[in-house]
């Protein structure tokens, strides 16, 4: 089975081809506006350096940081009608309310209260009403907005308001595509809502990118299907990235951890992938990225997706080296995708992180006589700060103080020292290509998290099977072998300070993608 | 009521809260929930809406205020899980208070806050300001505890009913009179249950004098000084741990990796026990903490060291943040520090309220944690 592995980076795209578990070939290419252009130089760069028929092809898997990157530089989001449906539950906390006010404003802060939702028991909150949706339609038509989204208090234990008021929605402002939340995220009414909008101000920017991707691979001759890697590590069919793009969110560092654990072999390690502005650092465990535990900001907006505990600085290959009054400082400005032009080894005027790695003998790339002027107590002291500030990162991401191997991933890597305190670096064959060779090897997944009733003499165990079925199903509709799904996550909490009897269920099941045989 | 209102208390003592301020109480009030609590931030996020909609919220010494003042004790009940997603209305504590002056047939004075750790902190914070009351800086536990009768207040002979308990339905319910604090507590539990899982109380008022002697102190500059002490500490990168430890006589007890966690459900608590494996200093010990809601039991290497009613919190290793029973996860990398509780919650009275045995553990005495010099 070949399969095809592909990230969408900031700056560059990355293609590598993998038969079975071997790489095969990997390839760089620089990110073009249009996505398109810079997906195809890839596809067809990797093709040609593998040498394998392009017909042979099963699958192609894409990683890509688009949406993330729009939320943080608040570029390309729509308006969005933002209807909660829980009055009086919420009433002092409209939608959007810790959200920071840029963004708010650029999504519209158009938030709507309706009375409805459901009790944690299933009771009726307060009846939807009805009237109220009809009404925020016409205000939709009027305003223009993009997008609808739909958050029903404990839709995670009833779905049906947020379906009545799709269907409401549809009838009367057509067109308008409308997320309910119960499809995005998990228990937990603020962060999901968020999550919700979020999601839905991405849509227009997803069926555009979704549609370069299929366009590239149409280009490039490639009639297999494709997926999009999600946070966890795990795949989506294209189609359903178009619905849920905010699913893609944190994939980036995800992928190049479990790229680098792949290329390596090793399940416990810190692994540091070192891009051209940023480095990220996290810890790999059992084979997986360690989770963070608290809920995560996507441009200062809280969620509560599942995402890899990744500890960013600002120090990569093209950070600018200053030697001030204070001494050097490397960092977090940085010349980016540039560094090809601007940094000194490549012939511009910029001091850059690079050139220090190349005047010290550690990095071949550039024409070192370029760097050759540079006084050698300046690139010593530059040297030592680099592998301070490593080193202090590294550091951080520890889980314990047994010893693990430091994996060296990223086109930046070449500023990673060959020890990091007492930690061996690992550089592993194709390191520079770790994040397309982590969405390559990604998974199918199935997830379930939601508050169960344990009434009418429903045991806890009966709940929990019901929602492993559910995770189950979910996984085999998205493509998952039924023989390889295992759980790898159960969480059951019982919901405390209450007599009643209701328990918070979370499994997740993960399985080997079905080979494509169309 | 509030044209019949007499101010009992000197304006200039008052301290008017700030944002920043209730920034700073979120990490203080999560720190003394000793895990459990509820999270304060949906609480905070309310507060901050109210300071927006021009309310003020200040805070006033427990002697800065005249003997005889009528001082209503509130706080929220319910399921911090519900909660999350069945976000309270804003006004529940605001109509617990006029459903209490009708009932009373007199203005309050001042409120009080049941409980500062966790979410409990904040819902008085709105219901003074709504109701343009100050707030005693003080609080009937000095912590978190997962029972009405678990404060000074009942521990030391108030009674708490006539109680008033709303709901974000517009629902008030009156319990007149409770044979005891425990009684109390079992039907206001069956009440929030009809309630939808969450709801705000308001104990029978009390004499200023009385909440001076029995409340424990400076509840919430001292949540406030925690908080700021993490915050500054994480800006000049020095350690958030020590700062807090310095603040609050308290002391690191372990460092440690979770390695296993156990959760069930018992009588509508969350029960549960923690394994840790140490690191740092601590590499090759293991050590365990009993989990009923907050953190109770602290074992090191299989022996008791600290227990309820003193405080055992659990801070993120890096960050210093505290993390909540619900937070807990395998491989998380924590800090376990202790602090010792107030002495009000040291006697014989209160020890059989809130000591070990009350929890279900008559045979772990409870040995105090040695203050700071």
Same mark, same amino acid.
């Given at each position: 089975?070949?399969?095809?592995?592909?990230?969408?980076?900031?700056?560059?795209?990355?293609?590598?081809?993998?038969?079975?578990?071997?790489?095969?070939?990997?390839?760089?290419?620089?990110?073009?506006?249009?996505?398109?252009?810079?997906?195809?130089?890839?596809?067809?760069?990797?093709?040609?350096?593998?040498?394998?028929?392009?017909?042979?092809? %099963?699958?192609?898997?894409?990683?890509?940081?688009?949406?993330?990157?729009?939320?943080?530089?608040?570029?390309?989001?729509?308006?969005?009608?933002?209807?909660?449906?829980?009055?009086?539950?919420?009433? *002092?906390?409209?939608?959007?309310?810790?959200?920071?006010?840029?963004?708010?404003?650029?999504?519209?802060?158009?938030?709507?209260?309706?009375?409805?939702?459901?009790?944690? %028991?299933?009771? $009726?909150?307060?009846?939807?009403?009805?009237?109220?949706?009809?009404?925020?339609?016409?205000?939709?038509?009027?305003?223009?907005?993009?997008?609808?989204?739909?958050?029903?208090?404990?839709?995670? $234990?009833?779905?049906?308001?947020?379906?009545?008021?799709?269907?409401?929605?549809?009838?009367?402002?057509?067109?308008?595509?409308?997320?309910?939340?119960?499809?995005?995220?998990?228990?937990?009414?603020?962060?999901?809502?968020?999550?919700?909008?979020?999601?839905?101000?991405?849509?227009?920017?997803?069926?555009?990118?979704?549609?370069?991707?299929?366009?590239?691979?149409?280009?490039? *001759?490639?009639?297999?299907?494709?997926?999009?890697?999600?946070?966890?590590?795990?795949?989506?069919?294209?189609?359903?990235?178009?619905?849920?793009?905010?699913?893609?969110?944190?994939?980036?560092?995800?992928?190049?951890?479990?790229?680098?654990?792949?290329?390596?072999?090793?399940? %416990?390690?810190?692994?540091?992938?070192?891009?051209?502005?940023?480095?990220?650092?996290?810890?790999?465990?059992?084979?997986?990225?360690?989770?963070?535990?608290?809920?995560?900001?996507?441009?200062?907006?809280?969620?509560?997706?599942?995402?890899?505990?990744?500890?960013?600085?600002?120090?990569?290959?093209?950070?600018?080296?200053?030697?001030?009054?204070?001494?050097?400082?490397?960092?977090?400005?940085?010349?980016?995708?540039?560094?090809?032009?601007?940094?000194?080894?490549?012939?511009?005027?910029?001091?850059?992180?690079?050139?220090?790695?190349?005047?010290?003998?550690?990095?071949?790339?550039?024409?070192?006589?370029?760097?050759?002027?540079?006084?050698?107590?300046?690139?010593?002291?530059?040297?030592?700060?680099?592998?301070?500030?490593?080193?202090?990162?590294?550091?951080?991401?520890?889980?314990?103080?047994?010893?693990?191997?430091?994996?060296?991933?990223?086109?930046?890597?070449?500023?990673?020292?060959?020890? $990091?305190?007492?930690?061996?670096?690992?550089?592993?064959?194709?390191?520079?290509?770790?994040?397309?060779?982590?969405?390559?090897?990604?998974?199918?997944?199935?997830?379930?998290?939601?508050?169960?009733?344990?009434?009418?003499?429903?045991?806890?165990?009966?709940?929990?099977?019901?929602?492993?079925?559910?995770?189950?199903?979910?996984?085999?509709?998205?493509?998952?072998?039924?023989?390889?799904?295992?759980?790898?996550?159960?969480?059951?909490?019982?919901?405390?300070?209450?007599?009643?009897?209701?328990?918070?269920?979370?499994?997740?099941?993960?399985?080997?993608?079905?080979?494509?045989?169309? | 009521?509030?044209?019949?209102?007499?101010?009992?208390?000197?304006?200039?003592?008052?301290?008017?809260?700030?944002?920043?301020?209730?920034?700073?109480?979120?990490?203080?009030?999560?720190?003394?929930?000793?895990?459990?609590?509820?999270?304060?931030?949906?609480?905070?996020?309310?507060?901050?809406?109210?300071?927006?909609?021009?309310?003020?919220?200040?805070?006033?010494?427990?002697?800065?205020?005249?003997?005889?003042?009528?001082?209503?004790?509130?706080?929220?009940?319910?399921?911090?899980?519900?909660?999350?997603?069945?976000?309270?209305?804003?006004?529940?504590?605001?109509?617990?208070?006029?459903?209490?002056?009708?009932?009373?047939?007199?203005?309050?004075?001042?409120?009080?806050?049941?409980?500062?750790?966790?979410?409990?902190?904040?819902?008085?914070?709105?219901?003074?300001?709504?109701?343009?009351?100050?707030?005693?800086?003080? %609080?009937?536990?000095?912590?978190?505890?997962?029972?009405?009768?678990?404060?000074?207040?009942?521990?030391?002979?108030?009674?708490?009913?006539?109680?008033?308990?709303?709901?974000?339905?517009?629902?008030?319910?009156?319990?007149?009179?409770?044979?005891?604090?425990?009684?109390?507590?079992?039907?206001?539990?069956?009440?929030?249950?009809?309630?939808?899982?969450?709801?705000?109380?308001?104990?029978?008022?009390?004499?200023?004098?009385?909440?001076?002697?029995?409340?424990?102190?400076?509840?919430?500059?001292?949540?406030?000084?925690?908080?700021?002490?993490?915050?500054?500490?994480?800006?000049?990168?020095?350690?958030?741990?020590?700062?807090?430890?310095?603040?609050?006589?308290?002391?690191? $007890?372990?460092?440690?990796?979770?390695?296993?966690?156990?959760?069930?459900?018992?009588?509508?608590?969350?029960? *549960?026990?923690?394994?840790?494996?140490?690191?740092?200093?601590?590499?090759?010990?293991?050590?365990?903490?009993?989990?009923?809601?907050?953190?109770?039991?602290?074992?090191?290497?299989?022996?008791?060291?600290?227990?309820?009613?003193?405080?055992?919190?659990?801070?993120?290793?890096?960050?210093?943040?505290?993390?909540?029973?619900?937070?807990?996860?395998?491989?998380?990398?924590?800090?376990?520090?202790?602090?010792?509780?107030?002495?009000?919650?040291?006697?014989?009275?209160?020890?059989?309220?809130?000591?070990?045995?009350?929890?279900?553990?008559?045979?772990?005495?409870?040995?105090?944690?040695?203050?700071?010099?």
């Amino acid at each position: 089975m070949y399969r095809v592995g592909i990230d969408v980076g900031g700056t560059n795209t990355d293609a590598v081809i993998l038969q079975d578990k071997t790489v095969l070939a990997g390839v760089k290419a620089s990110t073009t506006e249009d996505v398109t252009t810079g997906v195809i130089e890839a596809l067809e760069n990797v093709i040609a350096a593998s040498g394998i028929d392009r017909k042979a092809i %099963d699958a192609v898997m894409i990683g890509t940081t688009h949406f993330t990157n729009a939320v943080i530089e608040r570029r390309h989001m729509d308006e969005v009608a933002a209807i909660r449906l829980g009055l009086p539950s919420g009433a *002092g906390l409209p939608p959007m309310v810790d959200w920071p006010d840029d963004i708010r404003e650029i999504v519209g802060n158009h938030g709507y209260q309706v009375k409805g939702g459901y009790e944690f %028991d299933g009771r $009726i909150l307060s009846p939807l009403d009805e009237d109220e949706i009809v009404r925020i339609a016409g205000e939709i038509r009027a305003k223009g907005l993009k997008a609808a989204a739909v958050t029903c208090v404990f839709s995670g $234990i009833n779905d049906a308001m947020e379906l009545r008021t799709r269907e409401l929605l549809y009838r009367h402002c057509p067109g308008v595509p409308v997320v309910m939340s119960k499809d995005i995220g998990r228990h937990g009414l603020l962060a999901r809502e968020s999550a919700a909008i979020m999601n839905a101000s991405l849509l227009s920017l997803a069926d555009r990118t979704v549609a370069a991707f299929q366009k590239a691979l149409v280009q490039a *001759g490639l009639t297999c299907p494709f997926y999009i890697t999600q946070n966890d590590g795990t795949l989506m069919a294209a189609d359903v990235v178009r619905a849920f793009p905010v699913l893609t969110f944190a994939s980036g560092p995800t992928n190049s951890m479990r790229g680098a654990a792949f290329l390596t072999g090793l399940k %416990d390690a810190v692994v540091v992938d070192v891009g051209g502005t940023t480095t990220d650092v996290g810890s790999l465990s059992h084979g997986f990225p360690r989770q963070a535990s608290t809920t995560v900001d996507i441009g200062g907006v809280k969620t509560n997706f599942r995402m890899p505990d990744v500890f960013s600085i600002g120090l990569g290959g093209g950070s600018l080296v200053v030697n001030g009054e204070k001494g050097i400082s490397i960092g977090p400005k940085s010349v980016g995708y540039r560094v090809r032009r601007e940094a000194l080894c490549f012939g511009g005027s910029t001091l850059t992180a690079t050139d220090i790695a190349v005047a010290a003998g550690k990095a071949d790339v550039g024409d070192k006589a370029l760097v050759d002027s540079l006084a050698p107590a300046l690139v010593e002291a530059a040297v030592a700060r680099i592998n301070a500030m490593l080193e202090a990162c590294v550091e951080r991401s520890r889980i314990s103080s047994t010893p693990v191997p430091v994996i060296a991933v990223g086109g930046g890597s070449i500023l990673m020292p060959d020890r $990091i305190g007492e930690l061996e670096v690992l550089r592993p064959e194709n390191f520079a290509v770790a994040n397309a060779v982590g969405a390559a090897i990604a998974q199918i997944s199935g997830e379930t998290d939601r508050v169960f009733s344990l009434i009418d003499g429903k045991t806890r165990e009966a709940a929990l099977a019901e929602a492993e079925a559910e995770a189950r199903d979910k996984a085999i509709a998205a493509g998952a072998i039924p023989e390889t799904l295992e759980v790898i996550e159960r969480e059951d909490t019982p919901l405390a300070y209450l007599p009643g009897n209701a328990t918070r269920i979370h499994v997740k099941v993960v399985g080997e993608m079905g080979a494509y045989h169309g | 009521m509030a044209e019949s209102r007499k101010r009992k208390y000197d304006e200039a003592a008052l301290r008017t809260l700030t944002r920043d301020d209730l920034e700073a109480l979120e990490i203080g009030a999560g720190i003394l929930g000793t895990g459990g609590g509820g999270n304060p931030y949906q609480g905070k996020l309310l507060a901050l809406e109210a300071l927006k909609a021009g309310y003020e919220m200040k805070i006033l010494a427990t002697d800065a205020i005249e003997a005889d003042a009528l001082c209503m004790s509130i706080g929220g009940i319910g399921a911090p899980v519900v909660g999350v997603e069945r976000i309270r209305e804003g006004r529940e504590g605001l109509r617990c208070l006029t459903a209490m002056e009708e009932l009373i047939r007199t203005p309050v004075d001042a409120i009080v806050c049941e409980e500062i750790g966790g979410a409990n902190s904040m819902s008085p914070l709105v219901t003074a300001a709504l109701g343009g009351l100050p707030i005693l800086d003080c %609080d009937g536990m000095g912590r978190a505890f997962p029972e009405m009768q678990m404060t000074t207040f009942s521990i030391y002979g108030h009674s708490s009913t006539p109680s008033v308990m709303c709901d974000l339905h517009g629902n008030a319910v009156i319990f007149s009179h409770a044979v005891s604090e425990v009684w109390h507590e079992r039907m206001a539990r069956a009440c929030v249950v009809a309630q939808g899982g969450g709801a705000m109380l308001a104990t029978a008022p009390m004499q200023a004098h009385f909440v001076h002697q029995f409340a424990i102190p400076r509840s919430y500059t001292k949540a406030i000084a925690l908080g700021e002490a993490v915050i500054r500490a994480r800006r000049q990168q020095e350690d958030p741990i020590a700062a807090v430890c310095d603040l609050e006589g308290g002391r690191r $007890i372990f460092n440690g990796k979770i390695t296993d966690l156990k959760r069930h459900l018992r009588g509508g608590f969350a029960v *549960g026990d923690l394994e840790l494996a140490g690191f740092d200093g601590w590499t090759g010990e293991t050590a365990s903490v009993a989990i009923q809601n907050e953190f109770l039991i602290f074992r090191r290497n299989g022996v008791v060291e600290v227990t309820v009613p003193d405080l055992i919190v659990l801070l993120d290793v890096d960050t210093g943040y505290p993390i909540t029973t619900e937070m807990l996860r395998y491989g998380q990398r924590v800090a376990v520090i202790a602090i010792p509780c107030h002495d009000l919650l040291r006697s014989a009275a209160a020890l059989e309220v809130v000591g070990p045995s009350a929890f279900g553990y008559p045979d772990i005495a409870f040995s105090p944690l040695p203050k700071a010099a």
